[in-house]
C-alpha cells in the first residue's frame, strides 16, 4: 500500500515555542492530506484538511492560527503548533489519500508524532 | 457532529474465539470503514464497505453494514493475540473520514 511518513515522531518543546511537524507520501501525489490528533485512549479528531496550493479547511473549534497548515508540494504538509501550551500536547496523526483513489476513501496514515510541551 | 459511536469500548477474549464489535453513525455516507491501530501508532486501514453494500469479508474479517439502522459491525474470527489493538469504524462523507470512539480488543494466548 501507499506509504505515508511523519517526523519528528517524538517532540518535547519548551511552552511558548512553536513546533514544526512535517507529513509525507512517500510514493504517491496527494493533493489533499487530513491533519488529525488524538488524546489518550480516545478517538481521532479531524483538525483541518490540508490542501495543495490552497488555504487549508480547518474544523470548527480549531484555530488556524494556533495550527498553521502548508501544503506546499504534492508530497508534503506541515503542521505548525504556534507558541504551544501544555494543553496542546498530543498525539498528531496526518494521512493522505492518493490521487487516483479520490474515490475509495481509504486513508493511509503516518505513524504520529507525539508532543510533549514542558 | 457525525462522529460514530462503538460499542463495546472494551473487549477481552481468549486467543481462537470470535471478536465482534458494533459501530452507530448519525448521518448519511458513501462508505464505512474499519481502521486498526496499534498502541502509539498510526492507524491501519482494515476494509472499506460502500453504502450500497450489505457485507464484505477480507481474510479473518467479517464487516457488515445496515444503512437503514445507521449500523455497521465488524467481526474478527478465530483471534489472535497479535490481534490486540483498538478498532475503529470511520464513516465517510463530504470527502473526509470521521472516525467513531474506537474498541479497545485484548486477545489473551
Known amino acids: 500500500g501507499a506509504v505515508v511518513s511523519q517526523h519528528p515522531s517524538r517532540v518535547i518543546c519548551k511552552s511558548g515555542t512553536s513546533v514544526k511537524i512535517e507529513c509525507r507520501s512517500l510514493d504517491f501525489q496527494a493533493t489533499t492530506m487530513f491533519w488529525y490528533r488524538q488524546f489518550p485512549k480516545q478517538s481521532l479528531m479531524l483538525m483541518a484538511t490540508?490542501?495543495?496550493?490552497?488555504?487549508?479547511?480547518?474544523e470548527q473549534g480549531v484555530e488556524k492560527d494556533k495550527f498553521l497548515i502548508n501544503h506546499a508540494s504534492l508530497t508534503l504538509s506541515t503542521l505548525t503548533v504556534t507558541s504551544a501550551h501544555p494543553e496542546d500536547s498530543s498525539f498528531y496523526i496526518c494521512s493522505a489519500r492518493p490521487g487516483e483513489l479520490a474515490n475509495t476513501g481509504e486513508l493511509f496514515f503516518g505513524e504520529g508524532s507525539r508532543l510533549t510541551v514542558l | 457532529s457525525q462522529q460514530g459511536e462503538e460499542d463495546p469500548q472494551a473487549l477481552s477474549i481468549q486467543e481462537g474465539e470470535n471478536a465482534t464489535m458494533n459501530c452507530s453513525y448519525k448521518?448519511?455516507?458513501?462508505?464505512l470503514q474499519w481502521y486498526r491501530q496499534n498502541s502509539g501508532r498510526g492507524l491501519v486501514h482494515l476494509i472499506l464497505?460502500?453504502?450500497?453494500?450489505r457485507e464484505k469479508h477480507s481474510g479473518r474479517l467479517r464487516v457488515t453494514l445496515d444503512t437503514s439502522k445507521k449500523s455497521s459491525s465488524l467481526l474478527i474470527t478465530a483471534s489472535r493475540a497479535a490481534d490486540t489493538a483498538s478498532y475503529f469504524c470511520?464513516?465517510?462523507?463530504?470527502?473526509?473520514?470521521?472516525f467513531g470512539a474506537g474498541t479497545i480488543l485484548r486477545v489473551k494466548s
Open positions: 464497505i460502500r453504502s450500497n453494500e
Open positions: 470511520a464513516t465517510d462523507a463530504w470527502n473526509k473520514l470521521v
Open positions: 448521518t448519511s455516507i458513501n462508505n
Open positions: 490540508s490542501n495543495e496550493g490552497s488555504k487549508a479547511t480547518y
